[in-house]
């Protein structure tokens, strides 16, 4: 039986080699894209392609409201409040390293992947 990785796809080039190279390896590669903006339909239906092309399995969540939150309103605070914000900080620790790894271990997947990141035995 494959181990099962769920990877993060953006449809641009680092995850798509990433969903290639896990494939050769011989796991089993779900490929996940988060709507974060309510104009980001393009990236995903071309991470969508791309999973078709290399005949991977491909999911979408709407986390709209969640990056507004996490991210977007959190950004506005700092300046507000004179600070400097750092939306890549909230954007991994509530979206890419918060739901997406909760994600993998609902679907009790062995491994989660983004392009920098690949945790094992989750």
Not at 28 to 54: P, Q, S, W, Y
Not at 59 to 77: A, G, N
């Amino acid at each position: 039986m494959k181990e099962k990785v769920l990877l993060g796809m953006s449809g641009g080039v680092d995850s798509s080699v990433s969903a290639v190279l896990l494939k050769q390896a011989g796991y089993e590669v779900i490929g996940i894209t988060l709507e974060l903006l309510e104009d980001n339909k393009i990236n995903i239906e071309e991470a969508k392609k791309i999973c078709d092309l290399i005949g991977i399995e491909h999911i979408t969540y709407d986390l709209t409201k969640e990056f507004k939150q996490y991210v977007i309103d959190d950004f506005i605070e700092c300046y507000k409040n004179c600070k400097t914000p750092n939306p890549c900080i909230e954007c991994n620790r509530f979206l890419k390293f918060g739901f997406m790894f909760q994600k993998a271990k609902e679907l009790r997947l062995q491994i989660y992947c983004n392009r920098a990141l690949c945790k094992n035995r989750i």
